[in-house]
């Protein structure tokens, strides 16, 4: 067998990670065209994470750049396979001491949709964007990820395809809702031995007795959120949904709680507060019953709609206290969001295919990827981590902003945060930037 032709290297610890994919990649160019792809991805720059963005070539013009064409290609033409190289990064995340899943982390299963003009781009339609909270033209996703109160990283990505898609719409033994798709990524992570707790999602997929049943046979343990408006049959005069059952709870201040629980969290800051749980002992819930349903919440007098759990999980005898922590550890999901969308160009894809969009979501995950991959070769890093009790902030409302120069967010206990881990792969890759040739375009006077 020939000896493999030699390839650019990628700078510092991104050549040793991209190394650990050089089997999947059969030809020099596909190795070559990964090491550069997330490159480009992981650099920081002002402009959009596009081809030309990521090549450093001048918009539209320098779409016909050799380099930004050799990209294009390894995108949509070339003959890797998108699932393979996936299944090589969890591989090595799972390998990774510390940062391979536990009994004590979370599968997070979540939605994303992305707003995209035209209607020939594969899983386009007009259908609810969750991130703008309305209906438009874009491609939805659903997602899986693992979190725990250190680590949080992206497993599995499926795009959502609107029954518009086949003929016969939703008859067509292909087509699939999201709630199909979230139980089948919650069963590829069974099959591919991911520990976790349980399985945390929000109300749309709680309020889905379907969901909840598969959960059920595939079991898993889950904690997931309902609707206040969450309601079973009932007399008139009774307690009939969770809302009432927790306005009902006895609670005159924080001396005289009643059944209301003090949970005390600790979030990524390092301050504290105390939040209030409640073991809803109403209709088809208690702790005699075969589905459990508890309230969370800031203050049990007025329940603020934004600081405020409406949960069912089948976690029967586990202590309040690991109820709100599990569920506490979604907001990671939305956290991820903001950072492969903002930072490294989730949705700056300029293709079409089915095949093109598959690879470019992978390479972006391989980018997250890498920041926490090479954090854990760092000998400043504690062996091993250990689980704190602290959770995730509580995600706020912000204005977005559009900026590509923020970092990805806190990471490890010891102060040793993905912000540093992404400032560290900006500082080996920024030198891409100066080194990069400078092609000149004429210019018409």
Same mark, same amino acid.
């Given at each position: ?44 720059? &002002? ?32 003959? #890797?396979? *998108? ?123 709680? &309020? ?137 160009? #989730? ?24 920041? #926490? ?11 091993? +981590? ?42 080996? +890759? ?5 080194? *990069? ?9």
């Amino acid at each position: 067998m020939s000896e493999r032709q030699a390839i650019r290297a990628a700078p510092g610890l991104l050549e040793d990670y991209a190394q650990g994919f050089d089997s999947l990649f059969s030809k020099r160019n596909q190795r070559e065209g990964f090491r550069r792809y997330l490159e480009g991805l992981l650099l920081p720059a &002002e402009r959009n994470k596009t081809l030309t963005g990521l090549m450093n070539t001048e918009p539209v013009v320098g779409a016909s750049a050799a380099r930004a064409q050799s990209l294009q290609w390894y995108l949509s033409e070339s003959t #890797w396979d *998108a699932a393979a190289v996936n299944a090589r990064r969890i591989e090595l995340l799972v390998s990774t001491g510390q940062l391979a899943p536990h009994e004590h982390g979370v599968l997070v299963i979540d939605e994303t949709g992305d707003r995209k003009d035209g209607h020939k781009t594969a899983h386009i339609g007009r259908q609810y964007l969750a991130n703008l909270g309305k209906i438009d033209n874009g491609v939805v996703s659903v997602t899986s990820l693992w979190a725990d109160a250190q680590v949080y990283y992206p497993l599995e990505v499926e795009p959502y395809t609107p029954a518009a898609w086949f003929e016969g719409g939703k008859a067509h033994p292909g087509f699939r809702t999201k709630l199909k798709i979230a139980l089948e990524l919650v069963a590829q992570a069974k099959q591919r031995d991911i520990a976790f707790a349980a399985v945390v999602a929000d109300s749309f997929y709680g &309020e889905d007795r379907g969901f909840r049943q598969g959960l059920e046979d595939l079991k898993v343990g889950y904690v997931l959120a309902l609707k206040p408006s969450f309601t079973w049959w009932h007399r008139v005069g009774d307690i009939g949904s969770l809302q009432d059952a927790a306005l009902a709870a006895p609670w005159l201040d924080s001396q005289h709680s009643g059944e209301w629980q003090a949970i005390e969290r600790t979030f990524r800051d390092g301050h504290t507060e105390i939040w209030w749980a409640l073991d809803v002992q109403a209709g088809p819930f208690g702790l005699q019953r075969p589905k459990r349903a508890v309230v969370v919440t800031t203050d049990p007098l007025t329940l603020p709609a934004l600081t405020t759990w409406y949960l069912i999980t089948n976690l029967l005898t586990a202590p309040l206290s690991d109820i709100v922590r599990l569920y506490g550890l979604r907001m990671w999901v939305e956290q991820s969001y903001k950072q492969v969308k903002t930072t490294l160009g #989730w949705a700056h894809y300029q293709v079409r295919s089915d095949t093109a969009i598959r690879r470019h979501w992978t390479l972006v995950c391989c980018a997250f990827s890498f920041c #926490w991959w090479q954090a854990a070769q760092q000998p400043l890093l504690p062996e091993p +981590l250990v689980l704190p009790s602290s959770t995730p902030p509580t995600p706020k409302k912000t204005k977005k902003t559009g900026s590509h120069n923020s970092v990805l967010a806190a990471g490890f206990a010891s102060g040793q945060s993905l912000a540093r881990t992404l400032h560290h792969a900006q500082a080996l +890759l920024v030198r891409l930037l100066t080194a *990069a040739p400078a092609t000149v375009f004429a210019t018409t006077p």
